[in-house]
């Protein structure tokens, strides 16, 4: 018997019993739909906290700590950044100091107090620093300043500069001019006692790309290793910290670095270096380790959503054992006339089964729909009783409910293979009808 | 075409522990060559409607063989006797046992459907067996629609639509009035002249066992001593 054919039976059994069809098929809708929304919330919930985590960070950037020795994590070292360039599919290694005092800057009558870091350009520009403005240093009293290092520039004077709603310094106390070619003023403190302070003329030669993230801001300035070195020398402590006494370190310090970022040549590539590292006793975190364990806990979570919801296609399952069983039963006289004239038993079951399908098919199509039309309500609709509720405003773009193929194709899948199983015994007991009884009308 | 060899079947009753054995039939044997029309008659009960489920695989027989177009097949599986009765065996019943739902044109179609015949084909047929069993304008009725002859004339057409080399026919005549019950016999007639259909036919009618060719009659179970009549 051809597929076609078979399809047509259906098609007139299926006509002879519209309602009772109708609510099976609207309970296996209903079941699948439950199991879609369910796991929605789970893949929603995860695209989020993804997309947030991967937004905030560079996905090719790997932080290095430090290195393992014995019980303790040791600062990395030159011989350290030279080992870690070495790794296969990295592109650059970066490096930063930061002055362990905050100097102060002034150009003419304006003053900004922030941190002065020491980083090695050449490296910076491989892992894809960019200017707004000007050039990098090229001479040791050359610097590039952060993109907000300017707002931070305030007039000296007793007035309050500052606004009291954003707390910024107020437009009429800024500095307004171009810093790029002008000369700053880099005043360090020797220690904390005395009031010994040394200037360092600075010219700024270049500002620095606004931050991609826009609620972050780079007021730093970046100094060359010279000047780091002459504050260090000044105040004779590392990193020119004040308020230790140079006397009690201890003379043989290596030169270390406080930040140290290690950037793959693709995302691909940074598991592989994290690995490598890991290997190597290097201590790192990148985005795409916190990722895969943000992921696995994830799956954990929507493995358990969708195993919640396949319990509401299984319930759904016994209307469609009801409605095959009684199918079976009203049809037992037709089956025995089929058997009688030759139908095999295998045709028969097939019949069955395939009835059984069809409703799980029509059933996960609607499930489908109506699961897509609810995500999309409690998308826009959640948000907004939750803002109305606690009055707080909800991140930009939360998605509660997410709905990706994968999930569809997992929830018909499961549909499918609930509704065939319930069609099945169903569709064995109508092969086992005894043409005569059925024909006798006795069944 | 079909050899019964010492065929004897019996029915247990009653549940498990207390089962009663009713003996329905006793070391049967006969023999129905191709092209015949054999008739078996007997009294209700005698065991005749027994025999026909046996020969059609209905039901297995306790004891004995039935061989058909040389193919043992009381060896049969359930599945290859039903593969057997769609390639080989027509069937006209009493009660015309045609499907309520399906239209006299769909009911006739039918066996073509389970051999996986495609449409045009099926049509062709299906066209040309109404129009010979004169049913052209009723074939979109459905069963109910039609009159007990026409519905026999319906259930004939589907015994013949895949041109079976036998047919069993189960008092084909039983549920109809002496004018349609000559009609009907009259085709069973024709098909047998003109197609060399064999036919067996389980009737208590005297008047529809005289169109065989050969009666064989059954009491209480058994062929009665000179039952084969010529």
Redesign the interface.
């Given at each position: 018997?051809?597929l076609k054919?078979q399809y047509r039976f259906i098609r007139?059994n299926i006509k002879?019993n519209r309602a009772r069809t109708f609510m099976t098929i609207l309970a296996t809708a209903m079941g699948c739909a439950f199991l879609i929304v369910l796991a929605s919330v789970g893949y929603g919930l995860q695209q989020s906290i993804v997309k947030e985590t991967m937004e905030q960070q560079i996905v090719t950037q790997i932080d290095v700590y430090g290195k393992e020795k014995g019980n303790n994590y040791e600062a990395l070292t030159m011989e350290d950044i030279e080992q870690l360039e070495k790794v296969e599919n990295v592109k650059a290694v970066t490096r930063k100091n930061q002055l362990r005092q905050m100097p102060t800057y002034t150009i003419d009558n304006y003053i900004a107090g922030t941190m002065a870091v020491s980083t090695y350009f050449p490296s910076e520009v491989k892992a894809g620093l960019e200017l707004s403005e000007g050039r990098l240093p090229e001479n040791p009293n050359e610097v590039v300043v952060g993109y907000q290092f300017a707002n931070e520039l305030k007039l000296d004077t007793e007035e309050n500069v500052y606004d009291e709603e954003t707390g910024e310094v107020k437009e009429e106390f800024r500095y307004s001019g171009n810093l790029v070619g002008k000369t700053i003023t880099m005043t360090v403190q020797k220690d904390m006692e005395s009031d010994e302070i040394r200037e360092i003329p600075l010219t700024v030669v270049g500002i620095l790309e606004e931050p991609t993230k826009e609620w972050m801001s780079d007021l730093n300035v970046y100094i060359s290793q010279d000047v780091f070195e002459q504050v260090e020398a000044y105040t004779g402590t590392p990193g020119g910290e004040i308020g230790i006494d140079p006397d009690t370190l201890e003379s043989n310090q290596v030169e270390s670095f406080d930040e140290v970022q290690v950037y793959a040549e693709n995302l691909e590539a940074v598991q592989g270096i994290v690995d490598e590292l890991g290997d190597n006793n290097y201590a790192t975190y990148s985005v795409v380790s916190e990722m895969k364990e943000i992921n696995t806990l994830f799956t954990i979570a929507k493995a358990g959503l969708i195993l919640v919801g396949t319990i509401a296609l299984i319930i759904a399952s016994i209307g469609i054992y009801n409605t095959m069983t009684m199918a079976v039963t009203e049809r037992a006289p037709?089956i025995g006339?089929?058997?009688?004239?030759?139908?095999?038993?295998?045709?028969i079951k097939k019949i069955f089964l395939l009835e059984s399908s069809y409703i799980g098919i029509i059933g996960a199509i609607i499930g489908t729909i109506v699961a897509y039309l609810t995500s999309m309500l409690v998308n826009i609709g959640l948000p907004l009783i939750l803002e109305m509720a606690f009055n707080d405003e909800m991140p930009e773009g939360l998605k509660f409910s997410a709905i990706p193929w994968s999930l569809v194709v997992i929830a018909v899948g499961i549909c499918l293979v609930v509704t065939i199983l319930s069609g099945m015994r169903p569709a064995k007991r109508a092969t086992q009808i005894d043409?005569?009884k059925a024909?006798r009308r006795e069944i | 075409m079909i050899t019964v060899k010492q065929i004897s079947h019996h029915f247990e009753l009653g549940k498990k522990g207390q089962k009663t054995i009713l003996p329905v039939l006793n070391d049967i044997t006969f023999q129905v060559d191709k092209g015949e029309i054999v008739s078996i008659v007997g009294k209700s009960g005698s065991g005749k409607s027994t025999l026909l489920n046996l020969i059609s695989g209905f039901i297995r027989p306790t004891k004995g063989e039935i061989r058909i177009k040389e193919e043992v097949v009381t060896d049969f599986s359930e599945a290859k006797f039903a593969d057997f009765r769609l390639n080989h065996i027509g069937f006209i019943f009493q009660s015309f046992q045609l499907i309520p739902s399906m239209t006299a044109y769909q009911n006739i179609e039918l066996p073509l459907i389970l051999k996986g015949e495609n449409e045009t084909n099926r049509k062709q047929i299906v066209d040309r067996l109404l129009d010979k069993v004169g049913l052209v304008d009723f074939k979109d009725h459905y069963p109910s629609e039609l009159s007990g002859g026409q519905q026999q004339r319906v259930s004939i057409a589907r015994a013949l639509v895949l041109e079976p080399a036998l047919i069993l026919a189960d008092e084909p005549t039983g549920s109809l009035d002496s004018e349609t019950e000559t009609e009907v016999l009259e085709i069973i007639k024709t098909l047998n002249k003109e197609l060399g259909i064999t036919f067996l036919i389980i009737t208590h009618d005297e008047e529809v066992a005289r169109i065989g060719h050969r009666t064989i009659t059954i009491k209480d179970g058994s062929l009665m001593e000179g039952g084969v009549v010529q």
């Open positions: 018997m051809k054919d007139q002879k037709d006339i089929m058997k009688a004239i030759g139908a095999n038993p295998k045709t043409v005569l024909m | -």
